[in-house]
């Protein structure tokens, strides 16, 4: 059997600000933004460039209890983990945009990483691992 995860879920407080964000401030593609008439919603899916792995889902919050978990998804830990092939281009390249580093680089054995935001405070880990490291890209 082989199966893998396609989309991960994160829920928005608006499609066309977290699409601004996601594809402007991290240089992800939008892949799909279909209207959905009879759910009156939209199908939005965003991945990092060339990425043949799983995408987001980003999901408009349409109650107020999904409203109370836009940013805080995890509970206040580290949601989501981009993996890079180059650590200290996109870090230096997501400062100059705007992105809001809330812990600084660091070296460890299994890679670099830092911890930065999204726009609705998701902490997202920015990785690349070291070689021969199980995830390598």
Do not use: C
Not at 21 to 47: G, M, S
Not at 83 to 97: A, L, P, Y
């Amino acid at each position: 059997m082989r199966q893998s995860i396609a989309h991960v879920a994160l829920v928005v407080r608006d499609y066309d600000e977290a699409i601004d964000f996601y594809t402007n401030k991290l240089h992800f593609t939008l892949i799909e933004d279909t209207y959905q008439p009879a759910q009156d919603k939209r199908w939005v899916v965003v991945a990092p460039p060339e990425s043949n792995g799983s995408s987001l889902l980003l999901a408009r919050a349409s109650t107020s209890e999904q409203e109370t978990f836009v940013g805080n998804q995890s509970g206040g830990r580290v949601f989501l983990f981009l993996r890079t092939d180059d650590f200290w281009r996109d870090h230096g390249d997501m400062e100059k945009r705007g992105i809001k580093f809330v812990r600084e680089p660091k070296s460890a054995e299994y890679g670099t990483v830092a911890v930065f935001e999204d726009l609705y405070g998701n902490l997202w880990d920015l990785i690349e691992f070291a070689p021969g490291h199980s995830m390598k890209i």
